[in-house]
């Protein structure tokens, strides 16, 4: 905004993009997904359900921002990413995020692939924040 700090509704916007481009990493091709989707359940498609933010710190006008996200729990119909915001190695914005899938408004089963690659993504993030011992 005009006094030089990002607004805090940009943060949203970020994560869309970073969840969009998190699915393209796990090599889900999202329009395959709801295609494929699609045959099994008319309407598909995935909806945020819930979100936890935390604000530490604000990004400036022209601070050159990375966004990382990560599988934290992979269930039936959602799964949890964890994200964040970052200016270099400094966390800005933390955010919990819960996308559910849905056809017709009743929650559906997570395709398998996508099922498979966060499965894959949330074992390595628990495996690198366990306690060593």
Do not use: C, W
Not at 35 to 57: C, I, N, T, W, Y
Not at 82 to 88: C, D, E, H, I, L
């Amino acid at each position: 905004d005009f006094s030089g700090i990002v607004y805090h509704a940009n943060y949203l916007k970020f994560m869309e993009r970073g969840r969009s481009d998190y699915m393209r990493l796990l090599g889900v091709v999202q329009g395959e997904l709801f295609a494929e989707a699609a045959a099994e359940a008319p309407g598909f498609h995935f909806v945020v359900r819930s979100m936890q933010l935390d604000f530490k710190k604000p990004a400036r006008i022209d601070d050159v921002l990375d966004v990382i996200t990560l599988s934290k729990d992979v269930a039936g119909a959602s799964i949890t990413l964890a994200q964040s915001v970052n200016r270099g190695d400094e966390v800005l914005v933390s955010a919990l995020v819960r996308v559910a899938f849905v056809s017709q408004g009743r929650a559906k089963r997570i395709p398998d692939a996508l099922r498979r690659a966060t499965l894959e993504d949330a074992s390595v993030l628990n495996e690198a924040v366990a306690p060593q011992r």
